[in-house]
């Protein structure tokens, strides 16, 4: 029998194959694919803290510029994912590197303040890494970071047609991540995350029995995340039954 890990591992690199094949056009400039040239980090991840059933999964969107495309860690702050996690590894290089976003790993000087809030409200309320994860799980929906020269982009903003190929590889891949780790609960971080979750795995087995629910994202970019992130997230959770 193969290991929730292990299954989590084959699916990612199904879906690091799937999404590599895939084209964008302007105003897309630079595409990053952190499970290809941060796979080293990503796996690690996936092996340590993806074992055993867990009740609840958090998705995310996909990889912000200095988090998750740094080191191919979810919501990957670097001082967190270092310090906390505890992992490390090698990160290579993109295959077209943007220049005005350079990765540069673990030596990488910004913070991913979503990332900070995120893993600092696991750190605050379950300690060490292993009572979290004991439950929890964090994924995201889209593993690539897309960037108009130095601007974020988000998914949701691509046009439609090149939307589709991407998004039936991202189903796919949260469909593998569900069945391996058999949640009750998916929680969107974001309403986008939420919705996509909702509609890939709509005509699932698992359909049935699943929860869906939904936080508020933590970027800096909202205006509700900044007036206190952790204490909207840990009420909608608590609202929502899951703590």
């Known amino acids: 029998m193969t290991s929730t890990s292990a299954a989590l ?36 991840y996936l092996r340590r803290y993806g074992e055993g059933r867990k009740r609840v999964v ?9 988090g998750m495309a740094q080191i191919g860690v979810p ?8 310090d906390w996690l505890g992992l490390e590894g090698p990160v290579g290089q993109p295959a077209q590197a943007n220049p005005k976003r350079p990765v540069q790993g673990f030596d ?18 379950f300690g060490t890494p292993e009572a979290f994860f004991a439950e929890h799980f964090v994924s995201n929906y889209c ?23 991407l998004l039936a590889a991202c189903d796919a891949h949260l469909r593998a991540v569900v069945h ?31 929860r869906f629910g939904r936080v508020l994202h933590p970027s ?7 007036r206190g992130w952790a204490e909207a997230a840990t009420r909608q959770l608590t609202e929502l039954g899951v703590w």
């Not at 990488?108 to 309320?125: A, I, K, M």
């Not at 974020?152 to 190929?165: H, Y």
């Open 143 to 165: 593993p690539l970071a897309f960037f108009e020269d130095g601007r974020n982009l988000t998914p949701d903003k691509l046009p439609a047609a090149e939307q589709r190929p």
């Open 9 to 44: 591992v084959a699916a990612a690199r199904e879906l690091s194959a799937a999404v590599d094949g895939l084209r964008f056009t302007a105003p897309v400039t630079h595409v990053y694919n952190p499970l290809d040239y941060a796979w080293n980090v990503h796996e690690h």
């Open 58 to 66: 958090f998705v995310g969107m996909n990889p912000g510029p200095f």
């Open 220 to 226: 800096p970019a909202s205006p509700a995340a900044n």
């Open 75 to 82: 919501f990957g702050e670097i001082a967190t994912a270092r």
């Open 180 to 210: 391996a780790l058999q949640p009750e609960w998916v929680i969107g971080i974001g309403a986008w995350a939420e919705k996509r979750a909702a509609e890939a795995l709509a005509d699932t087995p698992a359909a049935q029995s699943l």
């Open 108 to 125: 990488c000087p910004r913070s991913e303040v979503s990332g900070q809030r995120l893993w600092g409200l696991f750190r605050d309320r």
